[in-house]
């Protein structure tokens, strides 16, 4: 369930196209174009924050652009290059309940079928052939592992994920 205070980084504005007050999206959803789907925007730059509401947008080449409304000119927008688009996390789809988003994730506890506490949960990065976990191990891992990275693959190498208690139980050697 997501906190409506949450935030969540959808995307970025990058350069400024045209003199018109257009500006490049950078958008970190599955399906580029779907960030337009998630209003209201608000930009957070140098930690302020301010909304914005995007009156028109359009493919270009491989990417998208889009005029902000109140963004008149090239000086304007270049003023914004660089903002993050956040949305409130309330507006994110619930899942099914085999699926998550990374950043509900990050933070878990991952422990061997074993009972090995591997550590947390750092970060996750996408690879060609499927998602993987980097786990920060402990500090008095006994293997002396500094990190770990394990394949987020479900019913091979995952074998639960449990929201309610922030944990994840993986088919993982120790020492690996």
Known sequence: MNN?????????????????GWIKVQS?????????????????????????????????????????????????????????IVISASLLPELPKDEFYWRDLIGMTVVNTDGYNMGVVDQLMATASNDVMVVKANSNDAFGRSERLIPFIQSQYIQKVDMENKSIVVDWPSDF
């Open 4 to 20: 409506p205070a949450e935030t969540v980084v959808v995307g970025q504005l990058g350069a400024v196209y045209g003199v018109k």
């Open 28 to 84: 970190f959803t599955d399906d580029q174009e779907a960030i337009f789907d998630y209003t209201p925007w608000q930009l957070v730059l140098q930690g302020k924050e301010q909304p914005v509401q995007v009156e028109e947008w359009r493919r270009h080449n491989k990417g998208l652009i889009a005029k902000l409304a109140g963004v008149e000119d090239r000086e304007q927008a270049h003023l914004l290059t660089g903002a993050e």
